[in-house]
Structure formats: C-alpha cells, structure tokens
C-alpha cells in the first residue's frame, strides 16, 4: 500500500487527492454468506476479514457478511446453508467439507467458494481440481496427505507406536471417504489403525480411553469443528491415556499435542481470500481451479515430550519450524 502510495505521488504530482484504493473502485456492495460447521471463531473470522481486505473487501463497505454457525451440530447445517440461499447472497463460503457438501445440495446456482476443505474430489465436491466444474470452488488442505505426513513424523518419534487410534467423527463425510488411505498409509509405515466413532462432545472422554483399552499407542486426529472445537478437553484426554498426538497447529500450540504438521495459515488465507475475490468479480467458479497448499510448518511440543518420559530425536529436531519448551 505504501508503495501504491508513493506511485500515485509521482505520477499526479502536486494533485492534492487521496490514493483510489481497489475497494473504492467496486461501487456494488457484494453479500456474502459464511456457513460454519463450529462455534463462532473470532480470531479466524478476524484474520479471514484482514485477508479480505488486503484484495478490496471490507465489511461494511462494500461487503455485507451473513455468518451463520451449526456449532457442531452436522443437523443444522443443511437448513443453515438453505437460509443463506433464501437471502440470496452473491456467493457462500464455507469450512470444511460436511459445510460444503450441505451448501452444494442446498443450491447449485449460488457460487460457493470453500475457503478450507479436505480432498475436494474424492468427497465429491469438485470434479478435478484444474476444472472444477459446477458453482464450486475453494482452498483444499490436501488433509490425506497431512495426515500421511503426520503419521510419519510419529512413527519416527516414537517408533514403538504400532497401534493409531483416528477419531472419526460419525456425520463428517470425509473419514468415511478416506478410511481406505489412512489403513493403507498406516500398513505402509508399519502401524495397524484403531478407529472409534464420535458423535457428541460427550462421546470424546470415552473414545480416547476405548483407543487405550485397545492397545492404541499413539492418536491422531483429523479435521473435524467437533475435535476442534474441544481440542483442550480431547488433549487432555490423550496426556491422561499416555497417547502421544499428531494434530494440527492449533491442538499443538493451545492443547498440548507432541506434534503438529500443517500448511501456513497465512497462505490459506491469502489465496482463500483471492478465490473469493475472483468470483465476486465475475468468475465462474467452475473455471476457477482449486488452489493447494505450497508452505508447510512443523511444530514439536518438548513440554508434552517431557510429561510422556520421550525424548526428541535430534534429526526431527533439526528439521522443525517451531519447538515449544
């Protein structure tokens, strides 16, 4: 901006007038629908309207933002997604695949622009990733990969972890849909998957301790709002089982998993942010590919290290990003 800034300067040089900015060349105020699986999430929702903003979206200014949240309740996001559609807002964005999937049956004229979603084309949500094909588009958080990765990192780590336990939240669609590739995954690194179901934040405590009743020496856990958004009580489940966690960033850094591997958050943003932009301005969302992470960071979590008696390999120490103490 201050480089936009100083440009101007030169090229109308003693005219007095203020800078245009991209968001005071769009006249139409643009609605939009924000359709979350969780709780409401301040701190994404500010990082997410800053990301906006940069691309010449400001709320309240050209931008009018109906948020609508299912608070872990898969029931309500259908009905949440057809009450969005009844506004008829110029375009839907959504977290997470089970979003998604409930606003893409609640319409298929309205764009809808996920701004995170995991394997977009095995859960059936976009066609291929370069031609996306119908009024879907988004950011996926290639999340099967993720989870490989996560796994990996584990099993070095601690190489007696044999047995994973994956908590599958029963109404997301994702894990049925990838059950096939984390077995395969987990046959390939020597591991033998536990998969419990949850349906409820009341399910969590016991789903932990039934992966330790069954010899489960290690757990990880997948993109859900359910597991998210009760990380802390879900960590502290698996500290009391002696369970070590492979998770995302945000378990590891405000729960106390051992291991995070995840994409940048800032790139997500930035290019989830751009998708929006695109298709505000006109562009289909079928033609509109959807973009994958590029950045990745690896955070370990010695506190936890300590309080589960392991030790850190020095090798996977040198490769991480961040290490909490």
């Known amino acids: 901006m201050n480089r936009r800034r100083f440009v101007c300067a030169l090229v109308y040089g003693a005219v007095a007038a203020p800078p245009i900015t991209k968001a005071q060349t769009r006249t139409a105020v643009r609605r939009i629908g924000f359709l979350r699986p969780g709780a409401p999430d301040p701190s994404e929702e500010v990082q997410q309207a800053d990301a906006l903003r940069k691309v010449g979206w400001v709320e309240g200014q050209n931008l009018l933002v109906e948020r609508r949240y299912a608070n872990s309740k898969a029931e309500l996001l259908r009905p949440l997604a057809e009450d969005l559609v009844r506004l008829r807002v110029d375009l839907i964005v959504t977290a997470g695949t089970s979003a998604t999937l409930a606003a893409k049956n609640a319409t298929s004229t309205i764009p809808i622009a996920f701004w995170s979603a995991a394997d977009p084309v095995r859960t ?68 033998q998957p536990i ?33 998210y958004d009760n990380r802390a009580a879900l960590m502290r489940a698996a500290l009391r089982h002696a369970l070590p966690a492979t998770v995302s960033r945000d378990f590891i850094r405000e729960a106390g998993a051992l291991i995070a591997y995840d994409r940048l958050e800032s790139e997500e943003d930035e290019r989830g942010a751009a998708i929006i932009d695109r298709i505000l301005r006109g562009a289909r969302p079928a033609e509109v590919p959807v973009e994958q992470p590029t950045k990745f960071e690896l955070i370990l979590n010695l ?17 991480a990003d961040e290490v909490i103490e």
């Not at 007696?160 to 046959?187: D, H, M, V, W």
């Not at 506190?303 to 490769?319: E, Q, S």
């Open 195 to 227: 998969f419990v179901e949850v349906a409820t934040v009341g399910d969590l405590p016991d789903a932990v301790a039934e992966i330790a009743r069954r010899g489960g020496q290690g757990l990880a856990v997948g993109p859900d709002p359910l597991l």
């Open 124 to 191: 059936g949500l976009v066609t291929s990733l370069a031609r996306p094909g119908g009024n879907v588009t988004g950011f996926s958080v290639v999340i099967t990969e993720l989870e490989a990765k996560r796994l990996a990192l584990l099993r070095e780590w601690v190489p007696a972890a044999q047995r994973i336990g994956r908590l599958e939240n029963s109404s997301n669609p994702y894990y049925r849909a990838t059950r096939k590739e984390f077995e395969r995954t987990c046959r390939l690194l020597g591991a």
């Open 303 to 319: 506190k936890t290290a300590r309080a589960l008696g392991i030790a850190a390999p020095p090798t996977l120490l040198a490769r």
